[in-house]
């Protein structure tokens, strides 16, 4: 089982990270973040496909075809916390070493989108002290993992929680 979680962890975690890094530097580049919010999330969904292919492998190739919504679900998480937790380390890589005024060029982003939007100026200062709170939030480096497994451990835990549900399978007596 473990070799099972490590392997399809790994593979998910690389193929969501690789996808982070060119979508982070094709947004950096256009400042389109609303397409980069949707390639962001389809990325994950591609990468925890392999939830499902981990647990269905363990199902069919270790556990002679069998195998029960707890044992399911446990390997979906794992295979999801090795995954985000390397999602979470090529952000902070990425973001410190790569793209240091990301948060700068985001929040000047939403700011003004809040503008354009026609918001009256107590809405627009509301957004403002927000943003600035956000960003002074943001460096604080706990404050920015949590957030950042914020973004990726539910999708990844929604994948898991289906796979399970979906391939959970009782012996024939």
């Keep these: 089982m473990k070799r099972t979680i490590l392997v399809f962890g790994l593979i998910a975690g690389c193929i969501v990270s690789f996808l982070m890094v060119l979508n982070v530097t094709n947004c950096y580049r256009q ?18 496909s392999f939830v499902f292919i981990g647990i269905k492998n363990y199902r069919d190739k270790h556990n002679q075809g069998v195998i029960g919504f707890q044992k399911a679900f446990t390997i979906g ?41 026609g918001l009256p100026q107590i809405e627009l ?39 399970a549900l979906i391939l959970k399978k009782k012996a024939i007596e």
């Design 77 to 117: 998480f794992w295979i999801t916390i090795i995954a985000s937790s390397m999602y979470v380390l090529a952000w902070l890589i990425d973001y410190h070493f790569f793209i240091p005024d990301f948060m700068e060029k985001y929040s000047a982003h939403m700011i003004a989108e809040a503008k354009s939007s």
């Design 31 to 48: 400042t389109d973040y609303d397409t980069s919010l949707w390639l962001g999330y389809a990325s994950m969904i591609i990468a925890f």
């Design 125 to 163: 200062d509301k957004k403002m002290a927000e943003m600035n709170h956000f960003k002074e939030m943001y460096k604080n480096p706990v404050f920015m993992i949590l957030m950042t497994y914020a973004e990726i451990l539910p999708v990844g835990l929604l994948i898991t929680l289906i796979s």
